[in-house]
């Protein structure tokens, strides 16, 4: 069976051959490597020339910058396997990843694997997300809820492989942030089964120039757009209680952090507006039962207008 196992690169020469030599050294063999050059303007390039002359398995493009979106819809067309891999080229893989994540897709009949996560901080600490002692397998029902609670698994696609046949006609929507948010439902909705290990074979580096960790700007605001989506999508699939989770989280989340930016004074009206969403739709019950502490207090500082740093 035959993965293809998409990359898109953009400028990532210093951690490139990291995250290639971890998909060309995989136990799982049968793998077409797609790797997609959008429109790199350092050595990126280059690098990935190199490989592509060593190993012929990979299969390499060069375009014209895009973004991401559009880097992994071009794998996606120029694919061949049966299943689809994603990994984002500052990121790196265990090397039993695919073996072991195409055996428990097949084992259980499901149309996506998840595995936990490692995220790595520049210094040196790591971070394991949705780990757990067995493989568990989700319906469509518990796909939602996990998701919305945030348990298990998110919505992002480098720590899943998907059966081909999911994104016959989906692809990432162009020009957007937090893209995987926006497609996650029109995936959820093709489905009746994700099974899920918890063994760490994704790891997630985490850096401060990267697109998910950069200083607010207009871009970021993709983000209660997809919530919007998300809310379109599940809101009355799954209890109130847990919906009001998720949505509450992500958007004080959103407001804190134009509250906090030095860009607060461009994004005022938009804060506003989604201040006044918070403060229409919160009540008592939400703010104690629903919101971690966390939360609680950056609801506050919405509140107030916190901002110590005019």
């Known amino acids: 069976m035959l993965i293809s196992v998409i990359i898109p690169v953009y400028n990532v020469e210093k951690y490139l051959d990291r995250c290639l030599i971890s998909v060309i050294n995989q136990s799982y063999k049968n793998l077409e490597i797609i790797i997609v050059n959008d429109g790199s303007t350092d050595g990126s390039y280059l690098i990935c020339l190199e490989y592509a002359k060593k190993d012929n398995r990979i299969k390499l493009f060069n375009k014209s910058n895009g973004g991401l979106s559009s880097a992994r819809n071009y794998g996606i067309e120029n694919s061949s396997g049966e299943y689809l891999a994603f990994i984002d080229s500052d990121d790196y893989v265990d090397c039993n990843m695919f073996y072991d994540m195409l055996f428990i897709i097949n084992k259980h009949s499901a149309q996506i694997a998840s595995c936990a ?144 930016s030095k860009s607060f004074k461009l994004f005022y009206n938009e804060y506003t507006d989604l201040k006044n969403v918070i403060l229409s739709s919160i009540n008592f019950k939400i703010f104690f039962y629903s919101l971690d502490f966390k939360r609680k207090v950056q609801f506050l500082f919405i509140l107030f207008n916190l901002r110590f740093n005019d």
Do not use: M, W
Not at 145 to 174: G, M, Q, T, Y
Not at 175 to 184: R, S, V
Not at 230 to 254: G, P, Q, T
């Open 117 to 260: 996560r490692l995220k790595v901080f520049g210094n040196g600490n790591i971070e394991t997300q949705y780990n757990s002692l067995e493989t568990k397998v989700f319906n469509r029902r518990c796909i939602i809820e996990s998701f919305l609670l945030n348990k298990f698994f998110d919505a992002s696609v480098c720590n899943k492989l998907f059966r081909k046949e999911i994104f016959s006609e989906l692809r990432f929507p162009l020009f957007k942030t937090c893209e995987d948010l926006f497609i996650f439902p029109y995936i959820v909705n093709q489905i009746d089964s994700l099974v899920h290990t918890g063994k760490c074979y994704y790891h997630y580096d985490f850096r401060i120039n990267s697109i998910s960790n950069i200083e607010f700007n207009r871009s970021r605001l993709d983000l209660f757009e997809g919530i919007l989506i998300i809310k379109n999508h599940f809101f009355n699939e799954v209890d109130r209680s847990i919906f009001d989770a998720f949505y509450f989280k992500y958007l004080i989340y959103l407001g804190y952090n134009i509250l906090r």
